[in-house]
């Protein structure tokens, strides 16, 4: 029986890693589950699973369970003694959990791309002790598992495009249009990086960084139908790719029992469904962020830190109607190029990179900006 521990248990993520314990109710116990504040949906996870600790970040009490909140509450949830901690929390709020778990050398698996490329620079000497469960990292640890390291010659992380990637023109694109995506359900925030690109140029220092891999030998294709997620070439010529339906139990429930596998409730892939897979170059004129995110990625320092924080501030302001799709990487571009950071050594360091970007957007753009933590 393995303790568990679900950060953003309502969210996304969370809500599959649910799914997952659920189906085996002998090999998993849910210890912990942390969200940002009480909902509807929150009591009704704790009424189902039982956690003896629930985190909400806002605070608030909730009947029968030792409730845990704010900056204490989350010193004390980091140190408990849980078997794994799935990271499901979504964006720049991730960061201080992931650190503190780190600190902790806490079994930890995670999709929280924006925290393992904040704290890339000072923490990817511990990174061998993350699972990652984003679907493209999840493939490439999968695929790794077929050769060695020195024998790699290059990765590739599968992009499905999003809605907009052989469109004509990215003008008069609504919230609507961009929340559209046509292969994954997934958060707000993830799906508007999906449109843009700015998602697969987030991996790619993902991928740098939880790796080890240089950027050199990291690559991105578009592959609209999403079937491969993720390919490591070796030396030989093989390709290694792991496929599947694009359904996020697998990477998830993967990170859990990994090395061992278990039937996730997931489809089983029917190839003649599908009938071929498609590959294309992505195109960053269109696309501007992938180029802008390697770019960062490659300079590293503060770079990586800034870049994300301007996107989701970005991407937050057009979620809010407040600029066009079109205006995202212009907006980060300009903070980007306004920023002058030195290159994080500590945690503090970033956290500081982290605020003064956000003082920098907020001077910049008059935005409320400041929902994200
Ligand atoms: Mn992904």
Sequence with gaps: ?????????????????????????????????????????????????????????????????????????????????????????????????????????????????????????????????????????????????????????????????????NSQSLENITVEDALNHPRWKMGRKVTIDSATLMNKGLEIIEAHYLFNIPYSKIEAVIHPQSLIHGIVEFIDGSMIAQMSCPDMRIPISYAISYPDRWETGAKYLNLFEYGKLEFYQPDEEKFPLLKIARECGEKGGAYPTVLTVADELAVDMFLRGEIKFTEIPLIVEKILEKANFKKPESYEDVIFIIEETKKLFKDIYKTAGGKIA
């Design 1 to 165: 029986m393995k303790s568990i521990a679900v950060l953003g248990s309502t969210g996304s993520i969370g809500s599959q890693t649910l799914d997952i314990v659920q189906r085996y109710p002998d090999r998993l116990r849910v210890k912990l589950l942390a969200a940002s504040r009480v909902s509807e949906k929150l009591l009704e996870q704790v009424k189902q699973f039982r956690p003896e600790y629930v985190y909400v970040a806002e605070g608030g009490e909730i009947e029968g369970v030792k409730t845990l909140s704010g900056d204490t509450g989350l010193d004390e949830l980091a140190s408990l003694d849980i078997d794994i901690f799935i990271n499901g929390i979504a964006g720049i709020a991730g960061i201080k959990p992931t650190y503190l778990l780190l600190k902790n050398r806490k079994k930890q698996a995670t999709a929280n791309k924006e925290a393992i490329i904040c704290l890339g620079e000072v923490f990817k000497d511990r990174y061998s002790e993350i699972l990652p469960i984003d679907s493209e990292h999840s493939a490439v640890f999968q695929a790794l598992q077929a050769g060695n390291r020195e024998n790699l010659k290059r990765i590739i992380l599968t992009a499905s495009g999003g809605p907009f990637w």
